[in-house]
């Protein structure tokens, strides 16, 4: 799993947990474990705001974009995040996250 983030300067929460390839973002469930390889899933067609891109299967890899928001005072590893590459199930830890 691939996710990429989008920083977007925003008063909000966000919280994200994994377990195989179903996200639970902000309390809602999305699984996309029946997504085939070589499948797009366009922009908008998953009803959830945070994510903001295809959410596509390349070469056996789930990828898909989340909104990362921050705020004023935030890290520059929050603004400028590195994607997240085969995160561990559990609580997804965002750039710029107390850990």
């Known amino acids: 799993m691939r996710i990429s983030l989008s920083p977007i300067l ?20 999305f699984d996309f474990s029946d997504l085939p390889d070589g499948a797009t899933i366009p922009v908008g067609e998953v009803p959830c705001e945070w994510i903001v891109g295809p959410v596509e299967r390349v070469d056996g890899d789930l990828r898909l974009t989340l909104i990362l928001p921050y705020g004023y005072n935030a890290p520059v590893e929050r603004r400028h995040p590195d994607p997240i590459v085969d995160p561990a199930d559990g609580l997804l830890v965002f750039p710029g996250d107390q850990q």
């Open 10 to 29: 925003l008063d909000k929460a966000l919280v994200v947990s994994k377990v195989g390839e179903t996200l639970v973002i902000n309390g809602e469930t």
